[in-house]
């Protein structure tokens, strides 16, 4: 489902992104790291089980909480400040790790091979993958407001930038 916020509205959507996506993001990946390390301990040696999840999950979690402070600390409030003189280069920066978050996706979809449940996959094995689909949604569309919505209104072309 895509949430509505008012496009034109810069300080708006920084909110929204907080706490829509970044409270649900801190919220989903150590649950979903502890899942796989569940799932991986458990059934080590199982054909289909995606070794080596947990650990990038785990490495995923400070990735993302430093990516979300500086969005939250610098970027965002500058934005509410309507942009300035120099915000294209914390822009960049954000874009980059975004393109990490991307490969970061492929690696979960080659790890799980989708992700794709073997068959008489346990709870904890069909919880992880569900919870896995959530968050690579939730992401797409989080990345998505900010490279084409939010990003742009603040690059050559785009609005506030003063």
Not at 29 to 41: D, F, M, N
Not at 70 to 84: D, H, T, V
């Amino acid at each position: 489902m895509v949430d509505v916020v008012p496009l034109q509205d810069a300080a708006a959507l920084t909110h929204h992104i907080e706490t829509r996506y970044h409270a649900r993001h801190r919220k989903q990946l150590p649950v979903l790291a502890e899942l796989a390390a569940k799932v991986e301990r458990v059934h080590v040696g199982v054909a289909g089980v995606p070794a080596g999840l947990s650990d990038l999950l785990r490495h995923m979690i400070g990735e993302f909480e430093i990516h979300m402070k500086k969005e939250e600390l610098i970027l965002f409030p500058a934005m509410r400040k309507e942009g300035g003189p120099g915000i294209e280069h914390p822009i960049a920066a954000m874009r980059g790790d975004h393109d990490g978050h991307d490969r970061e996706v492929a690696e979960i979809r080659k790890l799980t091979g989708g992700p794709k449940l073997p068959e008489g996959a346990c709870r904890s094995w069909t919880a992880l993958y569900a919870g896995l689909e959530e968050f690579m949604t939730d992401l797409a569309e989080h990345m998505r407001l900010e490279n084409e919505v939010l990003f742009p209104m603040f690059e050559v072309g785009g609005q506030p930038t003063k």
